[in-house]
Structure formats: structure tokens, C-alpha cells
């Protein structure tokens, strides 16, 4: 990814590719190094192996990367999402991994059977089994085990220690004291028990099996760490994979098969039955239906026609189209989300900013609480070998990988779920201020309603049929360019190939237009310019009028040759599951509210609709903050859901900002989660996930703190043997990790409805 320049500021950006990080307090040192390059500011994720740094434009991007090699790792510049280099690399740290996970395993289980057998049975000792122990474990402590020694090494180096110093240290120090009692001859002491007996005198070879089998089971719980993360990652970056790799454009009236990237603005290009829509456009010619699924998370397939939106990275089920690309590259809609979504996990939540600070402490902690356990076995009068392996599992039971994997994987998966949903969370902060939100307002035009005026109902009268009516209405409103009139000739053009030319047509702003048709005068308008025209409304049809007024429709009358011919009924249609989305939100314990410009007549029909009974009406656009910020001052956490076009103030006003984006509105900048399918039913569902998420984090947190306080005492007493803290500290990795993944089956709806 390019670095980019913030609109707001002179600040670039620019993200790095980092490797050779093995732990959360890798990363912390990464983020220090980055730190201290004046004029930058740097967030690093460990479970995505990236740093995100904002700096001054002084600084260059040899300068973060020297950083970052100087702190002992590795770092590219990030051009694109989803890049093959990126992607190749992770697959080769997978693969390096299980080769020395399976070199490590096909190693220590024969070492496994021989010195635990041997260890308690001494008649079957032959000579130098020791030695054969030894060549065992060998390879495993210093070809299996290299990357945790390499790692130490580094930390050493900068006088630092990660999770990875305690690994080294107890595999090292399991096999040196192995050796030494080799050389010395062993010692007629009895070993340790195992779980299923004690070992013999002599067996003191054994910890060559514990040096060999915590290699192991790390190596395999990071193995499997590794496999999961990238799980999580690649759901996190999946819209990468639906864009169009090539698009057929089509030239002087030639299809050429061309790759995406020279897709220019403005061009045609075809999409075929069965091919993705390679950019955002606008349907020139063709009817088809569109599986827009990946992208909205709408199941349905969606009609298009001329003139109609379609959107790249969608698929065209059925008919040939031609489209007019309006948007490409980086600036369609699909990149947007793309971006949006690999930026979210970017930042640090607050929680996680704490975790990434213990795990920076914990080790030197660990150290020392080692050494003290050592000590404390050797003063009480305890052997030096139960010493030596109580101070052991201390070391190797401590690592806290967990705690750093908490945060990351579930904020990942998260964001990764919510993108293939239509939600997405511009980052970790939306997730905690979700859990405090206690009342949503809603706004009604283009968000509850869908900002289209529409005619709803045809009511002749004095003889005239619908048709006629419509007619003569439609031939006046086709020279105005009022919402108004253009709903009335939108619901002629459904239903007629042509109308009547009108002459001598007058607009009467505010009031209604006028015009003749068909030799006849025709009045267009409220009820009031029929009135100041001489023309009567009859009690019935003024009954009427008031009748639909109460539903907070707008009434045309149409008058014909000063006769009252008809009403018709327009109205701004309520979006299809604005009451399921109502309703599901009151379920989760949330209040509503609807806020609206329309009079108050008009607001409350629309809230009475859908289930809401709060409802601020009359305010303007420039007045919705202010609404939010009076709610606020009465003690309320606010979420504000509007149609991402007229509603910035109000969005960046609220705790939390929801935004129904359509088109470009993508990238809108005032809200916190952005809604691509645009049905208000994903709003309860962005907020039971934001909940669910944060759940989960918190989940992962509580395991990993309560873990390690509760393992450490058990091993500094002697109750833990070094072989099985070695497996509970690589299952608390996985534990913490699969349970992130678990976020993956969020489906939103019904089945994920619970108390906020």
C-alpha cells in the first residue's frame, strides 16, 4: 500500500510487512524502535505482522525501516492488500515451521519412550542409552528450537527479553543439566514423578526428554497459532480476493480482454452470464440480476437495467451487460471496503494497549520470579534437581503468548466476519464504545425511508380514470424538475410509452405548476393553488386530503379544465425491515429515536410505522449535532444511524456513528462503522457484533490473566512437571485463538439477539 497523505494534516502514512516477530513483546520493541525516529508515530499488531506509522514527510522510508532492522527484525513496505509477496511469505514461515515441528516430533517421541521407560525401569538400561538420548535431542534443542534461540539472542542483544528468552532458557537449561549429570555420571538421587511413577536413581538423562518434548509441543501450538492466525488474517482481507482479475472492454465496438489496471473511467466494458463485474459502474445497456452477496451480504440477486449502479467484485447471474466504468482502482467501491476493513484492526484498542504493556513487564518479572523460585527450593533443603525443576516450569509455563494473541485475533476475525457482512468497523474504539450505547436515533430520509418520493396512490374523480389522471399530471410535470413532479413522470414512464406534449407550462414555486394539454388547462399542486385559481374542492375529496395528509403523505391535486380530476398520493417509501430492525434493536434493550426535517405530522406517521415512539422532528440538517449533543448532555450514549450524505456532523457528534453508505459514500470519514447493504436490519446486527466481538476480547483476556496468575504458583510449588506446562502454554495459545475464530459463525439476525 502506497503511503498516503491525510487530507487533514501533513502526516503520511505508510504500513510495513514485519517479520521475525515471535511474540507480543516483539512487537512492543518493534513499536519503541519505531517511536524514536523523530517525527513518527508507529502502532505495530503482532497478529498481523504489520506497523501502521504515521510520520512528517521528513522522514523517509529507510529511515522506519533501518528502525526496525536495528531492533533485530525484518520490515517491507506494504504496497497493496492482499499482495502474492505477502502472502508467499507467511506460507514459507508456515512451511519452515512444520518442517522443524515434524523433525522435532519424529524425534521426541522414540527419546520420549526410551528415557521415560529406561528412567523407570533400570533393568532394561543397556550402555550408553544416555548417549543415545543425547543424540536424540540434540537436533531438536538446536535446529527445532533455533527460532526461539534466535530470538533471545536478539532481546539479549538490545538488553531486552521476550516470551521467547523464557522458551530458550528452559529447553537450553533442561538440556545443559542433562549433559552435566552425563559427565559427572549422574547422581543416585530418585527423579521426579511423571504422573504414572518416579523416575529411578540415575535417570537424571531425563530432562533430555523434557528439553525435547517442550520443544515440541511449542513448536506445535505456534505451528498451529500461526495456521490460525492466517486463517483470521485472510478472512480479514477475503474482499481482496473478488476483485476481477481482467475485464473485457469493449473498443470500437471489439471485445478485448485487457487486465484491470487499464481499465480507464468512462470506458465500456461487458460482463458475460457467470463473470464478476470488474469495476463500479453504470449499466449502459442489458437487463440481468446481480449476485450482490459478497458484498452487501444481501442473499437476494438484485434486477438491473439501464441507467442502474452496479458495483465491481459483484457477479452477473443471467443476461449480457454493457457498463460504463465510473469507477476503478482504488477508488471503487470494493477497494474502499477493502481499505477500510485492513485499517480497522490497525489501531489498538484501550484494552489492548494495557495487554501489550503487561506482556512488556512480564517477562523480567518471570526472570526473576524464576530465580527466586530456585533459591527459595534450595534453602528449604530440597534437592538441587527438584530446584532445578520447579525453576523450569516457572520458565516455561510464564510464557504469556496468549495474553498477546487475546486482542488481535478476536478484533481480527471481528472485522474480517463483519466485512463479509456489509459492516464495516473503522477500528477497535467503535468496538468499546459500542458496549455503553443505550439509545440509537435514527434519521429518517434516506435511512429509514429511501429519499425517493414515490406515488403511492391514484384517486380520480368527477369522472376521470386513474389513467387519464395520471396522464394529464404527468405531461405538466414533465417540464418541472421538482422531487415532486419527477415521481409523478417516473410513475407514467412505468406505465405509458408516451405522453402528451404541454404548452404553455408555468412553474408556481412552492405552489404547483400549470400548463395546457391536449388543449386543455391543467393545474398541478396543493390544495391551496386550486383554491387561489377559482377551482372548488368538493367536501369528500377535501376530507380525503386530510385523510392521507394524517399519514404523512404528500397530496397533488390535479384539476382539469377548472375541475378537480383526481388526487394523487406521493409519499418517501419506508425501507423494507425498518420495523424488524426497530423491533430487534427495542430486543437488545436499546431505546430509538427518529429524527427527521419533516413537520412533525410526517415524523410521527413514519415512527408509528416502524415502532418507534420518540421522535424529534423539524430539525435541520445543520441542527442534527446539536439534537445528539442535547441527548448527550441527559446522560445518554448515543449511536446515530444516517444515510452518510448530509449527516457528518451528527456522526461525528454521537458516541457512536453508523453510516448507510451508498456509492462513494463508502469512504465517508464521520462514522465509526460504515453499513454497505442498505436495509436497516444490519444495524442491530453491526451492534451485536461490535458486542460480540468485544465479548470475545474480553473472553480472551480473562482466560489468558487467569491462566498464567493461577499456572505460575502451581509451578513455582513443584506441582506442575515441565513437559506439561510446556503443552498447557501452548494450549492457551490455541484456546485463545480458537475462540476468536469462533466469531467466524456470526450470521446477525435472530440467532445472535442479546441484552446490549
Avoid at 135 to 140: F, I, N
Wanted: overall charge negative.
Amino acid at each position: 500500500m502506497s503511503p498516503t497523505t491525510s487530507p487533514d494534516t501533513t502526516e503520511e502514512r505508510v504500513e510495513l510487512v514485519l517479520t521475525g516477530m515471535t511474540c507480543a513483546a516483539c512487537a512492543a520493541r518493534v513499536e519503541r524502535a519505531l517511536n524514536k525516529v523523530d517525527g513518527a508515530r508507529a502502532s505495530v499488531n503482532f497478529a498481523t505482522e504489520r506497523a501502521v506509522v504515521h510520520h512528517e514527510p521528513s522522514v523517509t522510508q529507510d529511515q522506519l525501516l533501518d528502525a526496525v532492522q536495528r531492533a533485530g527484525y525484518q520490515a517491507t513496505v506494504r504496497r497493496a492488500p492482499g499482495d502474492a509477496e505477502q502472502r508467499e511469505s507467511r506460507f514459507a514461515q508456515v512451511r519452515e515451521l512444520r518442517l522443524r515441528l515434524a523433525v522435532a516430533a519424529l524425534l521426541a517421541v522414540p527419546l520420549g519412550n526410551i528415557s521415560i521407560t529406561l528412567a523407570l525401569v533400570p533393568a532394561l538400561r543397556f550402555p550408553y542409552w544416555e548417549l543415545l538420548c543425547l543424540v536424540l535431542a540434540t537436533p531438536v534443542v538446536f535446529w527445532s528450537a533455533a527460532p526461539f534461540h534466535r530470538a533471545a539472542l536478539r532481546a539479549l542483544r538490545h538488553g531486552s527479553s521476550t516470551m521467547d528468552t523464557l522458551v530458550s532458557l528452559g529447553v537450553l537449561a533442561s538440556y545443559g543439566w542433562s549433559v552435566f549429570s552425563l559427565l559427572l555420571g549422574g547422581s543416585a538421587e530418585p527423579g521426579y514423578w511423571l504422573g504414572f511413577g518416579a523416575t529411578a536413581g540415575g535417570a537424571d538423562a531425563v530432562y533430555l526428554e523434557v528439553a525435547a518434548g517442550v520443544t515440541t509441543f511449542l513448536l506445535a501450538g505456534r505451528y498451529f497459532e500461526m495456521r490460525s492466525r492466517h486463517s483470521a488474517v485472510d478472512l480479514l482481507t477475503a474482499l481482496d480476493g473478488l476483485a476481477a482479475k481482467d475485464v473485457r472492454v469493449l473498443r470500437a465496438g471489439v471485445e478485448t480482454v485487457i487486465p484491470i489496471g487499464r481499465l480507464a473511467p468512462g470506458e465500456l466494458f461487458v460482463v458475460r452470464p457467470g463473470e464478476k463485474i470488474a469495476a463500479d459502474g453504470r449499466v449502459d445497456r442489458g437487463l440481468s440480476t446481480v449476485d450482490t452477496s459478497a458484498i452487501t451480504g444481501e442473499s437476494m440477486p438484485a434486477e438491473v437495467g439501464p441507467e442502474m449502479t452496479v458495483v465491481g467484485g459483484t457477479i452477473n447471474l443471467s443476461g449480457r451487460l454493457v457498463v460504463v466504468a465510473t469507477a476503478v482502482g482504488a477508488r471503487s467501491q470494493l477497494a474502499q471496503m477493502s481499505a477500510l476493513a485492513e485499517r480497522a484492526q490497525a489501531g489498538k484498542a484501550r484494552i489492548q494497549r494495557l495487554a501489550d504493556r503487561i506482556c512488556a513487564i512480564f517477562v523480567p518479572v518471570v526472570l526473576v520470579i524464576t530465580a527466586i523460585t530456585f533459591v527459595s527450593w534450595l534453602v528449604t533443603g530440597h534437592a538441587t534437581t527438584e530446584a532445578f525443576r520447579a525453576a523450569i516450569a516457572v520458565l516455561i509455563i510464564a510464557c504469556p503468548c496468549a495474553l498477546g494473541l487475546a486482542t488481535p485475533t478476536a478484533l481480527m476475525v471481528g472485522v474480517g466476519r463483519g466485512a463479509q457482512l456489509g459492516i464495516l468497523i473503522k477500528g477497535p474504539e467503535a468496538l468499546e464504545t459500542s458496549r455503553g450505547i443505550d439509545t440509537v436515533v435514527l434519521d429518517k430520509t434516506g435511512t429509514v425511508t429511501t429519499g425517493r418520493m414515490t406515488v403511492t396512490e391514484i384517486i380520480p374523480v368527477a369522472g376521470f380514470d386513474s389513467g387519464q389522471l395520471l396522464r394529464f399530471a404527468a405531461a405538466v410535470e414533465s417540464a418541472s424538475e421538482h422531487p415532486i413532479a419527477a415521481a409523478v413522470v417516473a410513475r407514467a414512464d412505468a406505465e405509458f410509452t408516451t405522453l402528451p406534449e404541454v404548452e404553455h407550462f408555468t412553474a408556481l414555486p412552492g405552489l404547483g405548476a400549470r400548463g395546457e394539454v391536449d388543449g386543455r388547462e391543467v393545474v398541478v399542486g396543493r390544495a391551496t393553488l386550486l383554491s387561489d385559481n377559482g377551482i372548488m374542492i368538493d367536501t369528500t375529496t377535501s376530507e380525503r386530503i386530510v385523510e392521507a395528509q394524517h399519514t404523512g403523505a404528500t397530496v397533488v391535486v390535479v384539476a382539469v379544465g377548472n375541475a378537480v380530476a383526481g388526487l394523487l398520493v406521493i409519499t418517501d417509501v419506508i425501507k423494507s425491515g425498518a420495523r424488524e430492525a426497530v423491533d430487534q434493536l427495542h430486543r437488545i434493550g436499546l431505546r430509538t429515536m427518529l429524527l427527521s426535517g419533516d413537520n412533525e405530522v410526517t415524523a410521527n406517521a413514519v415512527a408509528a410505522r416502524i415502532g418507534i415512539t420518540e421522535v424529534s422532528a423539524g430539525v435541520l440538517p445543520a441542527e442534527k449535532a446539536a439534537a445528539i449533543a442535547e441527548l448527550q448532555a441527559a446522560g445518554r450514549r448515543v449511536a446515530m444511524v444516517g444515510d452518510g450524505v448530509n449527516d457528518a456532523p451528527a456522526l461525528a457528534t454521537a458516541d457512536l456513528g453508523l453510516a448507510m453508505a451508498r456509492g462513494t459514500d463508502i469512504a465517508l470519514r464521520s462514522a465509526d462503522i460504515i453499513l454497505v447493504r442498505d436495509d436497516l436490519r444490519v444495524v442491530p446486527d453491526a451492534v451485536l457484533l461490535a458486542h460480540q466481538t468485544l465479548r470475545t476480547i474480553h473472553g480472551n483476556l480473562g482466560w489468558a490473566f487467569a491462566y498464567n496468575l493461577a499456572a505460575i504458583p502451581l509451578a513455582a510449588f513443584g506441582l506442575l512437571n515441565p513437559l506439561i506446562a510446556g503443552a498447557a502454554m501452548s494450549l492457551s495459545s490455541l484456546l485463545v485463538v480458537a475462540h476468536s475464530l469462533r466469531l467466524r459463525r456470526f450470521a446477525g439476525g435472530e440467532g445472535n439477539t442479546e441484552q446490549a
